[in-house]
């Protein structure tokens, strides 16, 4: 077999050892246009997963470079006058050119054939059987090809720079510094004696404030040593073509073109922030090995490669992109408390826990329980999701909420027996608040013919023999959430055909603009003022029932592309006059309602909004928008946003993903600076007490995990070890038991992790703690 590999990184290196190693007849060439003395950068950083993944691909090669690296197990973040230092991580630090000194090494000693200084392109090896694009992160070859390869490509807004230090390091390192000019970060670590990286980085405004813009290398290392004088400890910044650049993300539709692949950066980026550059490519190089391995010709297994290695590179990139977000956003959490702060940057990326950090550092998880536990006037001994919260005259007890789920079971409106088990039944589960399926306040603004509403008196008696069983079950609350399906309207049953018309007995529908949700659907009339008067009163009408029934909580449904929210996306509104173009005209009509649900509602009892934050779709609502949407409906007195996203139009593309609609609850409730609760493939009481402790939602809705566990949240309770959660007393027996067994099963779950935890990749002596 004859392979080329253009481009001599980390990569093409790893990959050309595998094969040359288990193909000893294999002619395998590594062209490399740079000299192998040529040095870009300074170090490199794995993890101990990392370090297992080339301890069992290829254990020469992982003996060469644990022989050769620094070993740390923490994490140190100085944030705000405060320092917070976190164990349990492990990474080691290389040098980049010790690293690919070590893998050019073992790759000649296999019999590879190197070549540097040399430009290469596929054609210049017609006789090979497979070539490898490794040309790094501005591929050439991507380029020429992206016809066949699909690449997008886009440049983040943040600038960054990376150089170095002779100031050692005993632990991963960020340092945040707030000057006149804003905020800069240093991601810093060790990674031989005497040599640390340091990856400069700041926002685009700080950046031209700071006259960084107009500086050469040399002058920003000086400025920077200005910056972080305290920090440097009388070390200098060393460069190292250390430009300010922007990072590119880069995604490809394709990896394979016939006998050419991609491979490393040239494929894929991921952001420093997480270290995963080097790792990426390292572990393409695995996975591009093992494609072989498994069998087959050039085609099957470039086939194969890039099957099984997409969804992992992928993961990786969300991660690093959802990483990245936090540093771009880092003046949203400067005002936390710095305990606080520091657990929203260890859980950035969704990687890192509550219950990881609990394990590994469990005095930093103690501390930020109990400044948690101070902010919410709780007991310290709770994690968040138990602590309580107050919204005008209703107290919670927790932070969990059942989300609004449509059950398509009521007859005319009418909630019955049905209605009166499931929400009896999750009341008895222990959740601070539950909320009601959207309400709909007549008959022509039900979704389907089996919604639930509120507009007669049947139907207030009904809902109110709920709210009687709810309240005896304990403490809990109940929200009722009113909407208007608006051109979703007149649909089938959610199991007959989500979405889709009825084919007989549907009823007239409105909108803000006469848009069919479908092609096939109903195409709605656009409102008049009339009609925007008379929906209003429905609303006011419903909100009164809802009062009388003993409802704690209001919600109004502008989320979802029913009614409301159809005034509020660009893409589903197209009017002319004063309710249609800019936001603050779209938000108009939502606004004028929820101003007279406010003055209908009792003063005391809070009332939220839900919003679809993104449309996910071109052309939808922005983030400006929507914090604009937001800050209007909390001046009008609006004292929750529920965050939501999507369903707005029926070609949306959703990403969906643990926790997917977090980052927009984060977003508003810094920015907007009101109470969220968020929502969307939360599935874990782990899930919920990170997103709480991070500070990126005040309360935490969970939809599927209780249609099948209504006793979720006293589960929760049972392996948080929290004992005073509400319960039924006829179910008194059940909560003793489960309490005495989940401290068992607790225990039994610790030891799991921590035997199925990477192991530890430390040298025999350990790096020496910095200077204080």
Not at 180 to 192: R, S, T
Not at 224 to 242: D, I, P, W, Y
Request: hydrophobic residues 45%.
């Amino acid at each position: 077999m004859r392979i080329a590999i253009i481009g001599g990184g980390p990569a093409g290196l790893y990959f050309a050892i595998l094969m040359q190693r288990d193909h000893l007849g294999a002619r395998i060439t590594v062209v490399e246009r740079n000299r192998p003395e040529d040095s870009f950068g300074f170090g490199v950083v794995f993890s101990d997963a990392t370090l297992d993944a080339f301890a069992a691909a290829d254990p020469p090669s992982y003996r060469a470079i644990t022989d050769s690296f620094a070993y740390w197990d923490d994490v140190e973040i100085h944030a705000r006058g405060a320092v917070h230092r976190i164990g349990g991580n492990g990474f080691c630090g290389s040098a980049r050119t010790t690293l690919l000194r070590l893998l050019q090494d073992r790759a000649r000693g296999l019999g590879v054939e190197l070549r540097f200084g040399v430009e290469a392109r596929p054609e210049d090896f017609p006789e090979a059987d497979l070539v490898v694009a490794a040309d790094g992160i501005n591929s050439p070859i991507r380029h020429r090809f992206a016809a066949d390869f699909r690449p997008e490509t886009g440049l983040r807004p943040n600038r960054f720079a990376w150089m170095g230090s002779t100031r050692p390091f005993d632990a991963f390192t960020f340092f945040f510094k707030e000057r006149p000019e804003g905020i800069f970060i240093a991601h810093c670590y060790q990674y031989a004696p005497g040599a640390s990286t340091w990856v400069l980085e700041t926002d685009p405004e700080t950046f031209a404030r700071a006259g960084l813009d107009s500086m050469d290398e040399a002058a920003s290392a000086r400025f920077l040593e200005g910056v972080f004088a305290e920090e440097l400890q009388g070390h200098r910044l060393l460069t190292n073509r250390s430009h300010w650049r922007q990072f590119p993300q880069i995604r490809c539709g394709r990896w394979v073109r016939g006998n050419l692949v991609l491979l490393g950066d040239a494929k894929a980026s991921a952001h420093f922030s997480i270290g995963s550059g080097t790792k990426l490519a390292m572990e393409d190089a695995i996975a591009l090995h093992r494609a072989f391995r498994d069998g087959g010709g050039v085609a099957e297994s470039l086939a194969r490669f890039e099957a099984e290695r997409r969804e992992e590179v992928e993961k990786t990139q969300h991660a690093a992109d959802v990483s990245l977000v936090w540093f771009e956003h880092v003046r949203r959490f400067w005002r936390m408390q710095p305990v606080r702060f520091a657990f929203g940057l260890m859980t950035r990326s969704k990687a890192i826990t509550w219950d990881n950090l609990a394990l590994r550092a469990p005095d930093f998880v103690a501390e930020t329980q109990a400044a948690f536990a101070a902010e919410a006037g709780g007991d310290p001994a709770k994690p968040p999701m138990f602590q309580p919260l107050r919204l005008r005259g209703m107290e919670l007890a927790n932070r969990v909420v059942v989300s609004p789920m449509c059950m398509y079971s009521a007859e005319e409106g009418l909630p019955g027996d049905f209605h009166l088990m499931h929400y009896g039944a999750r009341a008895a589960g222990g959740a601070g608040l539950i909320f009601t399926e959207m309400t709909c306040v007549s008959p022509t603004a039900r979704i389907t013919p089996g919604c639930a509403g509120l507009w007669n008196d049947a139907q207030e008696v009904a809902w109110a023999r709920i709210l009687r069983l709810v309240h005896a079950q304990g403490p809990v609350r109940m929200a009722l959430q009113l909407g208007h399906a608006g051109r979703k309207g007149a649909t089938r049953l959610m199991w007959e055909g989500m979405d889709r018309p009825l084919a007989e007995g549907a009823w007239p529908i409105l909108s803000a603009s006469p848009l069919p949700y479908y092609p096939d659907s109903q195409v709605p009339r656009e409102m008049s003022r009339a009609d925007m008067d008379a929906v209003i009163a429905d609303f006011v009408a419903a909100a009164r029932r809802g009062a009388r029934a003993g409802f704690d909580m209001l919600e109004l449904h502008c989320a979802h592309g029913y009614l409301l929210a159809s005034f509020l996306s660009p893409l589903t509104n197209r009017r002319r006059d004063e309710y249609g173009g800019p936001v603050e005209n779209r938000l108009r009509f939502p606004l004028e309602l929820f101003r007279a649900l406010r003055e209908a509602w009792p003063a005391d009892r809070p009332l939220s909004v839900r919003l679809s934050a993104t449309d996910w779709a071109d052309g939808g609502i922005t983030d400006a928008d929507t914090l604009a949407i937001a800050r209007a409906f909390a001046a009008a007195g609006c004292d929750l946003i529920d965050v939501s996203t999507g369903q707005t139009v029926q070609d949306a593309a959703p990403v969906y993903g643990r926790m997917f609609q977090v980052p927009w609850s984060d977003m508003i409730r810094q920015e907007a600076g009101i109470a969220t609760m968020c929502v969307g493939n939360i599935t874990s009481a782990d899930q919920v007490n990170t997103i709480l402790a991070a500070g990126r939602a005040d309360l935490v809705a969970l939809a599927r995990p209780h249609l099948t566990d209504p006793a979720f949240t006293l589960r929760a309770a049972a392996q948080c070890g929290v004992a005073d959660i509400a319960c039924p007393v006829q179910y008194g027996w059940g909560k003793d038991a489960l309490l005495r067994n989940a401290a068992k099963e607790q225990e039994e779950l610790r030891e799991l992790r921590l035997k199925a935890r990477p192991r530890r990749h430390a040298p025999l002596s350990p790096l020496p703690r910095a200077a204080e």
